[in-house]
DNA sequence: ATGGTAGACAATCTA
């Protein structure tokens, strides 16, 4: 079983791109963010001529959320308790074959002590929150943009980004928490020191120098931790044509 | 405190 995560920032913009690669590596399961379109524009037709069911949860302009599988979803919920009605789109949970996949785009939270910062905190806490109706003995996967690099080796240069948005302290401490409450990092099991990014800033050539953060994550309760046999970053595509800032992550289960 | 780029959308906002 495959599993993937992808900030393709633009389903519209990324499309050629994602069907490729749909069809290259054929995951079971993939979870997108950062869609950018509501669930109308979605381009299902041309998602699903590729076998894949497709579940959305988009908004205008900004954030949403989509599954695509191979195998029928049950969509299980589209906001966390607390949410506001008609707030932004943020969080997919589906169930597909027994296996409960909960898709999160997490604020960035723009700058320590901004109005954005504390929101992301929020979101954190409530989706902590949200994961005490689910049980960490079962096979449980999260997965998406976190928008937090968790430890130095997540980071190219720790010392500059120290006390930075994505890798300051009540964010690591947030994303620990969920950690805690039962979830393996599935690429850090397998990979426990490389440094590995999912993220490189658009800006000033960040890929081409390494300046890359490791943000996207697979995390997987243990019964399907202990079950994850490979995950990879597919650097390749950051590369070439109107890439998306994000690299997608795979993990293949057992 | 700013710049650098990308996307949505039409002057900024978000990342």
Not at 191 to 199: G, L, M, N, Q
Request: hydrophobic residues 35%.
């Amino acid at each position: 079983m495959k599993i993937a995560t992808w900030n393709v920032n633009s389903i519209r913009v990324r499309l050629p791109r994602l069907l490729s690669w749909l069809e290259r590596h054929r995951p079971d399961i993939v979870c997108l963010q950062e869609i950018k379109v509501v669930d109308k524009d979605f381009p299902k037709a041309e998602i699903e001529a590729l076998g894949y069911n497709c579940l959305t949860n988009g908004q205008k302009t900004y954030n949403g959320v989509a599954i695509l599988s191979l195998h029928q979803p049950i969509n299980m919920a589209t906001s966390l308790p607390g949410d506001p009605t008609e707030g932004e789109k943020r969080l997919l949970v589906a169930t597909i074959d027994d296996l409960t996949v909960i898709n999160v785009y997490v604020p960035n939270g723009s700058e320590l002590g901004s109005s954005k910062y504390e929101y992301k905190l929020n979101w954190y806490s409530r989706l902590r929150t949200f994961l005490d109706s689910f049980d960490p003995a079962k096979e449980l996967l999260i997965c998406g943009d976190f928008n937090v690099a968790p430890h130095e080796r997540d980071v190219w240069n720790p010392v500059q980004w120290e006390g930075q948005v994505l890798f300051s302290q009540p964010e690591k401490d947030a994303f620990e928490q969920l950690i805690s409450w039962g979830f393996e990092d599935t690429l850090r099991k397998l990979h426990p020191e490389e440094k590995i990014y999912t993220w490189w800033d658009y800006r000033a050539g960040a890929f081409h120098r390494g300046w890359g953060l490791r943000i996207d994550h697979i995390l997987a309760t243990p019964p399907l931790a202990n079950r994850c046999r490979e995950v990879y970053v597919d650097r390749e595509e950051r590369k070439g044509e109107k890439p998306s800032d994000h690299a997608p992550v795979i993990a293949v289960f057992e």
